[in-house]
């Protein structure tokens, strides 16, 4: 059975604008999509009529069925072909859309919801689940040109494999063009090979562009030959790596980055990058993780 598209909903209008992007996504992946909404008591001040694990206590259930019942009317007014459930999860939100990323083919969530993180730049949630869920991961916001390419971040790692390939389907799915850009500066260079190598500051920028090249060729050329009808703009571009990106995802309809590139530390989770993206890009992001 192909995994549904996973969507938290929570009642802001962030989550109502995840589950029309979820909506979207699998009506174009031809599968289902559940509408989770994760509901935890407070830690202290339970609710009057009830112990706090109840949800059917003082009028809550009300309340979650009718931000499910909003979110399930916007699901079927995008698309209205999917079949979808909804779903309501005593839980703290982040374990409850971690657990369910385990048998989803996405999780999508909103970048702002309506709990104590609401005020900040991008929720908590969103964070979390771009670095532990385990598929990959859509935070909706900005503003998507319709009509522009999804981007692709590359960075060439094996870590990044899997997010060029959720790349090109995204891209093929949407009828969109797909926009590859691999950016690249001297920080790209490696100074010595091993510690018995002397240190070499002086940087070759030809030879490092043609690696560079080299490298976004390599890493996009299987992949081309796999999604013909894809049409993919390959671009090298020498800059800081964070702005020149979130500057190109002002055109596009969906930004598409590794949880964790070349240049990141082991062990960390979500790198530097991808962090970026999330809070400052244009358009929604897709984080994908690599093999674990």
């Not at 771009?130 to 790692?157: E, F, I, K, W, Y």
């Not at 090979?193 to 690696?211: F, S």
């Amino acid at each position: 059975m192909a995994k549904p598209v996973v969507v938290g909903v929570d009642g802001s209008q962030s989550s109502l604008d995840a589950v029309e992007t979820a909506a979207s996504e699998a009506a174009l992946s031809g599968v289902g999509l559940r509408l989770v909404h994760a509901f935890g008591w407070p830690s202290i001040h339970p609710p009057p009529g009830g112990p706090p694990w109840d949800p059917a206590g003082a009028g809550v259930r009300e309340l979650l069925d009718s931000t499910l019942a909003e979110a399930g009317q916007r699901a079927r007014e995008i698309a209205p072909q999917v079949d979808f459930t909804r779903e309501a999860t005593v839980g703290e939100p982040l374990m409850v859309l971690e657990i369910a990323s385990r048998t989803a083919s996405l999780v999508v969530v909103g970048s702002r919801g309506l709990g104590a993180f609401g005020s900040l730049l991008l929720g908590s949630t969103a964070v979390h689940l771009a670095a532990h869920g385990r598929c990959p991961v859509l935070v909706v916001r900005g503003r998507p040109n319709p009509t522009g390419p999804v981007l692709l971040a590359v960075d060439g790692s094996p870590a990044g494999e899997r997010a060029v390939e959720f790349a090109f389907a995204e891209a093929s799915m949407r009828g969109a063009d797909l926009l590859a850009l691999h950016v690249w500066n001297t920080w790209s260079e490696r100074a010595y090979e091993g510690p018995g190598d002397p240190l070499n500051m002086v940087v070759d920028i030809d030879r490092l562009r043609e690696e560079e090249q080299r490298l976004l060729d390599d890493t996009l050329s299987p992949w081309q030959t796999r999604y013909p009808q894809v049409t993919v703009e390959r671009r090298l571009v020498r800059s800081r790596i964070r702005p020149a990106l979130i500057e190109a995802s002002h055109d596009a309809q969906l930004v598409v980055a590794g949880a964790r590139g070349r240049g990141g530390f082991t062990g960390l989770r979500l790198g530097s990058v991808s962090q970026a993206l999330l809070h400052h890009a244009h358009c929604p992001v897709a984080v994908v993780r690599g093999k674990e």
